[in-house]
């Protein structure tokens, strides 16, 4: 079964075409700057690249074009193959607590989210109706982000607030990143073969969260009503008191939006080390001791580290702590120095099997009390093995 695995952001539409079950990549790409000049195409497809500069002005010329290429490069021999899309959804609210079939009454109702995911949702919304248009026969699946994190209890998505805002207007936790830690819970504890496993997972990219799972459920995650909250990550600030936003509005005369917006685009790496969001530049520039790339780092580090220890204690005691996503699954640097910070909890990391890049293996001593592991994120898959479960249910 050919199920196609889609994210459509407000300017870009990545795919990735799987054969199931045996998960095997049949093609991939990205459409770029759809809407804007210069917009172009890259397909990946057996051991081959191809690149092409087309205008693109939404996302139906996007899809056309893809369409038209899977044939045309004998990717598929017909659009019949494709047996299902399934689409990244950012936020799913309260209501959207699992996977679904799209239709165009359903989507109406996923954009009474629009609001609370307004850089995310009408896009991936916009990105699943091109699809229905282009391909009106094919089961279209709606996979959301915030739908893992669903089985948190009310004393870990409320804030302490007053209970009116949750009542009236959805204030509490969502939690994000749900579909990669629900891959990573997965494979863990199939890979342990233990249903009951409590898992730390560690999705550092460069938006971060940190989730604390116990037998296939999320207990507790670091993002919030939005992805601001929790680590620091490499543009956004993370947790910090709110009251500095109308302080440094005062200040500087911005509005509450360039505030917010400054903790989402301008802060966390970037931010504090005035250099660059992408680990890979702060590591170089440490190397050169720079000593506001040093901070940063520190400051990085620790707040994973005190979520870690936060959680395993959350969890009773973590089984597994796994480190995910760009950072996680390539930085030996940052997993050594948060393994560092959380020895405390009798984690002893064995540094050189954490000496490597993007390979599922298992990164600490024997005599680790908490095993932790590197274990590359497949949301694309999850989001294929979504579709392909639901259209099998029909
Ligand atoms: P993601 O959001 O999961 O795609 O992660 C992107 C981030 O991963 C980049 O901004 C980098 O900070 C980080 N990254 C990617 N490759 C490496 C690497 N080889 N070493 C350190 N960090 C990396």
Redesign the pocket.
């Known amino acids: 079964m050919k199920i196609l695995s889609v994210n459509a952001g407000s300017s870009s539409l990545k795919f990735t075409l799987i054969e199931l079950p045996s998960e095997e990549v049949i093609a991939s790409g990205v459409f770029e700057k759809i809407g804007m000049d210069g917009s172009f195409y890259t397909i990946k497809y057996n051991g081959e690249k191809i690149r092409k500069e087309k205008s693109l002005n939404d996302h139906s010329v996007a899809v056309s074009c893809l369409m038209e290429d899977l044939v045309e490069l004998h990717v598929l021999n017909n659009l019949d193959e494709i047996e299902g899309v399934g689409h990244r959804i950012l936020h799913g609210g309260q209501e959207f607590s699992e996977s679904l079939i799209l239709n165009e009454d359903i989507i109406k109702e996923i954009s009474k989210y629009n609001e609370l995911g307004p850089l995310h949702n009408p896009a991936n919304l916009m990105g699943a109706m091109a699809f229905m248009k282009a391909l009106p026969n094919v089961v279209q699946v709606g996979v959301f982000d915030t739908a893992f994190h669903s089985s948190m209890s009310e004393r870990e998505f409320l804030y302490p607030v007053p209970y009116s805002w949750y009542e009236k207007y959805g204030v509490r936790k969502y939690g994000f990143h749900g579909t990669s830690h629900r891959y990573i819970d997965k494979t863990m504890r199939e890979y342990l073969q233990k249903d009951d496993a409590k898992i730390i997972s560690c999705h550092i990219?460069?938006?971060a969260s940190v989730t604390a799972i116990d037998s296939g459920k999320v207990v507790d995650t670091s993002m919030g009503f939005t992805p601001l909250a929790g680590v620091m990550m490499?543009t956004r600030s993370g947790d910090i008191d709110p009251s500095i936003i109308p302080f440094v509005m005062n200040k500087t005369n911005m509005s509450c939006e360039e505030v917010i917006n400054c903790l989402n685009k301008e802060s966390g790496l970037l931010g504090v080390s005035c250099l660059s969001?992408?680990?890979?530049d702060i590591?170089d520039a440490m190397e050169q001791n720079n000593e506001k790339a040093i901070l940063a780092q520190d400051i990085y580090t620790q707040r994973i580290a005190n979520y870690v220890a936060m959680y395993n204690n959350l969890l009773n005691g973590a089984d597994a702590i796994v480190f995910t996503?760009?950072?996680g699954e390539?930085?030996s640097q940052v997993r050594k120095t948060v393994c560092e910070k959380i020895k405390s909890l009798g984690v002893e990391l064995d540094l050189e099997k954490n000496n490597c890049?993007g390979e599922f293996r298992l990164i600490s001593k024997d005599d680790s009390k908490i095993a932790v592991y590197i274990l590359p994120t497949n949301e694309e898959l999850m989001i294929a093995l979504d579709t392909m479960e639901l259209i099998n249910k029909k």
């Open positions: 990219g460069n938006g490499g969001s992408d680990s890979r590591e996503a760009g950072v390539n930085s890049r």
